[in-house]
């Protein structure tokens, strides 16, 4: 169990299983964390210093760094009056050039080092105890790592003689009344341990078998998944050793959520978390107000909820385009309140390796509520380009084409837009009206076809000689009423009659175009997806539809069903 360092505004508790025989003393001592050098010399009321007995250093081919660490075995005595009062063995990692530097070259102590650069370092009491030596001497011990970024630290210590902590004499007593630890025999044996250790026998030998990381990586994912993704089911894995930390922590924060900054300041109690990101989750507000920023990570995916309404779309959009890393290759826009030309540039000079892209205005409908709601929500974005903003679906594609043809590695593009004309949604919206226009009754829930294609040359001028070669089967609406048909309440999709019958086989051939415009322009794309009233096939209940381009012989066909 490791030791809980806890505090709040006005309480401070350390919770640990502590042995039944340690005095209050030892127990300040056991739970020191990288200044016990510090308490020796206050309790003692002498000065500490560090003696080396073996520090062995891993090869220094390459400087310092996460992708190739330095190791180092080392024991130390802390002496006191020419007396050992604690003997440290300890292994150290170090993964940063400055760290390397103090440690390696400037021979900082350990204790010294996190006060050297001015860090507390991250403490876990691992075990502790008491034992006896050959001479019936009771010894107090601990293990420990003290951790900070680029320096951890793995330590056992030994405190030689119990008496120390009770009698106030035991540090003037002569060193031929010690147990001799720190005697030149004693730290002659200290290295012959060491030595023996290291060199196989005929008698033993030592066999180390390394997992591979893929392993060690599925394992962890495992325990997070079982666990709800609850960091306590890695805790004790990331404590035994840095390798395995490593790991623990690449995976618990793989994919993060940072949305408030309630949220932010719990992460950013373990120093360089960011670090292990590779999707995260947040928001614009927390981008512009720089609570959180992107440049230090090496993200690989990206979804950013847009929090602020469309007149201030725009400058938001400038502060938010430095942000974005080079190293993104998917990124999700939601709650966008308008795709704008300025927006899908911006997205394209910052993240050139972009091969997944989606914005997406429609998840800012209150769909799932009234239909007051819903109708408060779609006054305050643009949902519906085509009536709004654009004539028709070439003035639409050309605009939205244009300023992505420079991601030459896009393959996949969700546009969260409705290509049905804006009156669709508000002539819905007239509260169960009867829409004298179509002639039909109740349809029998059968919506779009599954065979609906259309192709075309890849060129659009050659295409525009030979046409678009169009294929889909009749959509039709079982009649089972009047010929009047009433609007029902709820959503302007396949559910509402009236709606169905007078837009879907429109919109399904336009959504057909309007792809067909896309991927001739964007020649590496393979799918893309439209927000859609009428032709959805999303799960959970999604509106998107899908539609598949595939490229042949200078030709491209634009297929809605595989």
């Not at 005929?202 to 180390?208: A, D, G, K, L, P």
């Not at 469309?310 to 400058?315: A, Y």
């Not at 993104?328 to 091969?355: G, H, N, Q, Y």
Request: net charge neutral; charged share 20%; hydrophobic share 40%.
């Amino acid at each position: 169990m490791a030791v809980i360092d806890s505090f709040k505004a006005n309480t401070t508790s350390v919770d640990f299983q502590w042995p039944a025989n340690v005095t209050g003393i030892e127990r300040i001592m056991l739970s020191a964390h990288g200044d016990l050098q510090r308490l020796l010399s206050a309790f003692f009321a002498r000065t500490i210093t560090i003696k080396t007995i073996y520090s062995h250093t891993s090869p220094r081919t390459n400087t310092a760094s996460p992708e190739e660490p330095l190791t180092q075995r080392r024991e130390v005595h802390l002496v006191c009056n020419h007396k050992t009062v604690c003997v440290a063995t300890s292994t150290v990692t170090i993964t940063s050039p400055h760290c390397e530097r103090l440690f390696l070259d400037e021979k900082f102590a350990i204790g010294q080092m996190f006060r050297k650069v001015g860090k507390v370092p991250e403490f876990a009491l691992l075990d502790c105890g008491t034992n006896s030596d050959d001479g019936n001497v009771e010894q107090l011990w601990r293990r420990y790592i003290l951790a900070m970024d680029g320096f951890e630290c793995d330590i056992t210590e030994t405190w030689p003689d119990r008496q120390m902590f009770i009698r106030n004499s035991w540090v003037e007593e002569g060193v031929a009344e010690s147990n001799g630890i720190d005697t030149p025999v004693a730290v002659e044996e200290s290295k012959q341990r060491y030595a023996a250790s290291q060199a196989p026998t005929s008698v033993s030998v030592r066999v180390q078998y390394n997992l591979p990381n893929e392993i060690l990586d599925q394992i962890v994912k495992d325990l997070l998944e079982c666990s709800g993704h609850a960091f306590s089911s890695v805790a004790n894995f990331s404590l035994a050793s840095h390798k395995l930390r490593q790991i623990a922590l690449r995976s618990y924060f793989s994919s993060t959520v940072v949305r408030t900054c309630k949220e932010l300041n719990l992460i950013n109690r373990l120093r360089g978390w960011f670090l292990h990101v590779r999707r995260l989750t947040t928001t614009t507000s927390m981008l512009v107000m720089k609570s959180l920023t992107l440049v230090n990570m090496h993200l690989t995916c990206l979804e950013i909820s847009f929090t602020e309404s469309l007149p201030s779309l725009h400058p938001h959009i400038l502060l938010l385009a430095p942000q974005l890393p080079k190293t993104l290759i998917c990124l999700k826009l939601s709650t966008v309140p308008k795709i704008t030309r300025k927006l899908l540039i911006t997205v394209a000079e910052a993240c050139e390796k972009l091969e997944m892209l989606q914005v997406s205005v429609y998840d800012g409908l209150a769909i799932y509520c009234c239909t007051s709601c819903l109708e408060d929500s779609a006054s305050a974005i643009i949902h519906s380009p085509i009536g709004n903003d654009f004539g028709n679906y070439e003035d639409l594609t050309a605009t939205y084409a244009t300023p992505l043809k420079s991601l030459r590695y896009l393959r996949h593009l969700s546009l969260g837009v409705f290509l049905s004309h804006d009156s669709t949604l508000y002539r819905h919206f007239g509260h169960n009206y009867q829409d004298p226009i179509c002639p039909h009754g109740y349809h029998d829930g059968s919506t779009w076809a599954k065979d609906d294609f259309a192709s075309a040359s890849e060129d659009p001028i050659t295409e525009i000689e030979n046409g678009i070669r169009f294929s889909s089967s009749e959509r039709k609406a079982t009649v089972h009423a009047s010929s009047i048909q009433t609007h029902s309440c709820g959503l302007p999709s396949s559910i509402c009659n009236a709606c169905f019958v007078n837009n879907s086989n429109v919109i399904a051939e336009t959504e057909l175009f309007a792809s067909m415009r896309m991927a001739q322009q964007l020649k590496s794309l393979e799918t893309i997806r439209w927000a859609s009233w009428f032709t959805a096939s999303g799960s959970a209940g999604e509106p998107w539809t899908k539609l598949w381009i595939s490229r042949k012989d200078g030709m491209v066909k634009v297929r809605r069903n595989l």
